[in-house]
C-alpha cells in the first residue's frame, strides 16, 4: 500500500550535480526502508543507496561513494539523492524503493517500486 514516484531526472554535464526525489504515499512509508537503484541501456538493475527508516544508517554501491548521498524526511514522505561530480557512466533510469529491511533491500528485494525517471549525463 506504497506508492512512488520519482522526479528530477534531466539531461545534465559531467561534473554536475542532480537532486532526485521520491515522494511516497502511503502513511506506512515511515516504517520501510527506501533506497534508490538504476539501470543502464544492456544492463542489470543495480544497487545505488538505501537508508533504513529511521534514517539513522545509510548503504552505498563502492561506485557512488562520496559522491551521491541518500536522505529522507519522513514527514514529507519523501526520499532524495543527491547527486554530485556525476559521470557519463551515471546515466541509467533511476528508480526509487522500499521494503520492511534495509539489508535485503540493498540485495534488491524490494517490497515496492517506482516508474523511474531518466538521468542522462553527457561528456
Known amino acids: 500500500q506504497v506508492q512512488l514516484v520519482e522526479s528530477g531526472g534531466g539531461l545534465v554535464q559531467a561534473g554536475d550535480s542532480l537532486r532526485l526525489s521520491c515522494a511516497a504515499s502511503?502513511?506506512?512509508?515511515?516504517?520501510?526502508?527506501a533506497g534508490w537503484f538504476r539501470q543502464a541501456p544492456g544492463k542489470d538493475r543495480e544497487f545505488v543507496a538505501v537508508?533504513?527508516?529511521?534514517?539513522?544508517?545509510?548503504y552505498y554501491a563502492d561506485s557512488v561513494k562520496g559522491r551521491f548521498t541518500i536522505s529522507r524526511d519522513n514527514a514529507k514522505n519523501t526520499v532524495y539523492l543527491q547527486m554530485n561530480s556525476l559521470k557519463p557512466e551515471d546515466t541509467a533510469v533511476y528508480y526509487c524503493?522500499?521494503?520492511?529491511?534495509?539489508?535485503?533491500?540493498?540485495?534488491?528485494?524490494?517490497?515496492?517500486w517506482g516508474q523511474g525517471t531518466q538521468v542522462t549525463v553527457s561528456s
Open positions: 502511503g502513511r506506512a512509508f515511515s516504517s520501510y526502508a
Open positions: 537508508i533504513t527508516w529511521s534514517g539513522g544508517t545509510t
Open positions: 524503493a522500499a521494503g520492511v529491511r534495509s539489508r535485503t533491500l540493498v540485495g534488491g528485494a524490494a517490497d515496492y
